[in-house]
T-cell receptor, first 112, second 113 residues
């Protein structure tokens, strides 16, 4: 099945650093979403983007819906130890069934 | 808050056993999904269901079946468990229309020995 190209695959950063990850696709989407999965848990929705060019923040998180509708990025500012986990991007078409297409995930490890 | 509850957090089963993974959601969502998650492979869709008694194959349905007799419950069945089905299994639910994401359960880590 289709999968989004998410990069980087993993990151190991110092506490306090900013983090950036992105997702690209060969097809357009109507919605981009970013999920975080804590170790041993299911993914939890962080940010949803609904409009091309939209920039949305949620605390230290900022995400953008690419103008071409084929990409999105997520930035985390001033990382802290609890930011560790796996971050997934997902694209969605507004069609019956509401299926999401996921990226392979970015594993974030923070060195305190 | 929407809750998706998976009946077991950890399971250990023997090769050849029939295994049932249960998922229940409490928000009257029409759509339900089963994924498996393996390191480096992301989330792979096994089966999904848009309504009671409806089911459709995802990307990796081989070796699995599903059952949806009631709207709130979606069961994943491993007919004859094998060691290559050792994985983290995630259930999710959503509304049928676009623009909303999924709500995931906490996952079931299945080990087949």
């Amino acid at each position: 099945g289709q999968q989004l190209n998410q990069s980087p695959q993993s990151m190991f950063i110092q506490e306090g650093e900013d983090v950036s990850m992105n997702c690209t696709s060969s097809s357009i989407f109507n919605t981009w979403l970013w999920y975080k999965q804590d170790p041993g848990e299911g993914p939890v929705l962080l940010i949803a983007l609904y409009k091309a060019g939209e920039l949305t923040s949620n605390g230290r998180l900022t995400a953008q819906f690419g103008i071409t509708r084929k990409d999105s990025f997520l930035n985390i500012s001033a990382s802290i130890p609890s930011d560790v986990g796996i971050y997934f991007c997902a694209g969605q078409l507004w069609e019956y069934g509401n299926k999401l297409v996921f990226g392979a995930g970015t594993i974030l490890r923070v060195k305190s | 808050d929407v809750k998706v509850t998976q009946s077991s957090r950890y399971l250990v089963k023997r090769t050849g056993e029939k295994v049932f993974l249960e998922c229940v959601q409490d928000m009257d969502h029409e759509n339900m999904f089963w994924y498996r998650q393996d390191p480096g492979l992301g989330l792979r869709l096994i089966y999904f269901s848009y309504d009671v008694k409806m089911k459709e194959k995802g990307d990796i349905p081989e070796g699995y079946s599903v059952s949806r007799e009631k709207k709130e419950r979606f069961s994943l069945i491993l007919e004859s468990a094998s060691t290559n089905q050792t994985s983290m299994y995630l259930c999710a639910s959503s509304w049928p229309w676009g623009g909303v994401g999924y709500t995931f359960g906490s996952g079931t880590r299945l080990t087949v020995v």
